[in-house]
């Protein structure tokens, strides 16, 4: 039964009981995986108990990958239609990159410094098919002005890859005004938005991006196993990947090994058997996501950040991460001189947090509130010699 307006969760303190972690640990690496919501588990024994009562529940099955569909399509204001269901974002790109000709002149793509890793081996695993790859880099403060895209996208450019905000470091694209130089030169371009869904409010129908793609694991409080890639709709007829699965074909159930017929949507980037064991979970985290609402939990999220920020400062850490609104999200990177012996002593009094590079990562979601940023800067001053 769908919520009255009045029993809404909101961010906070209210949202807190549905994730029972709270009671004993202060969770705040949301950008690995988020915490784990009683709905989300009752979801995932749900999949379980149709298994052991009724073997195959083929037509649940379908039912749940299309109920991810929407849900995807809902989040980013989309159309169903222009989603495909994916195993993780690996699978989304590599079918992308398998539907552009990348023989001719327009044989380039161009990547940010901060994709994350899939995204740039896949890139250059187009090498063998003649791609060329362009990296666009840093400057020394850590930023990548809009005039570096400019400097590397060109007539040679397919694809651009701006990841929405670094896993890394916590940088947020401007997608919308990089999308415009890519789209001035005939490029395409994609939005690795895994950083950013479920904390970010994300609009396709503004951002500007041509696919955007991400997954369950982190903001949308889901498991492992179940990505999504949203396809610009007047796209759609020009692609045809050569990476499939019989998920993606036009009739899945006429079980035709004579040809290659893809679905006319966005189903032509679906694979082969939905990730039935991550739909159920993945489904329900989504719904408990856009009950809150995105716009919600980013004005939530924004708050416990720039604490974050003011208190990094207090103890005179290095922040990696840009606090200027538009040029983050909810990850928070900050500089260690032994990120991972930080970690382990932050885990030792039950905080959990995680790292990349050189940088402490801590991500505040819905759930979290002031008194959890308080205890984080409480363990901080005392492990102070592991901050750079
Ligand atoms: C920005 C970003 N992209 C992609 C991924 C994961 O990609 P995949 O779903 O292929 O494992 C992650 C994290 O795991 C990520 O942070």
Redesign the pocket.
Known sequence: MSATPQQRLAPGASARGEFPIFEHTTYANS??QGALANRVRAAAEEWLEGWDSNGAEWEFWVERNEAARTAFARLVHAEPDEVAV????????SALVSALDLSGERNRIVISEY??P??GQIAHAQELRGAEIVHVRPDVDGRIPLERWAEAVDDRTALVCC?????RSGHRHDVTAIAGIAHAKGALVLA????AIGSVELDVRTLGADFV???T??YLLGT?GL?FMWIRGSLLPTLLPTQTGWFADEDIFAMSIADYSPHATARRFDGGTPPVPSLYPGVAGMELIAEVGVPAIEAHVGELVDLLFAGLDDLGATVVTPRVKGEHGALVCVLSTDPNALVAALAEERIVTSTRDMNLRISPHLYNVEEDVDRIFEALARHRSLLA
Do not use: H, I, L, N
């Open positions: 950008c690995s994916t195993t993780s974002v690996s699978q989304a790109v994709e994350f899939t995204v990841t929405a905000v670094s896993f690795d938005s895994y950083q793609t991400g997954g694991v982190k492992a990505g």
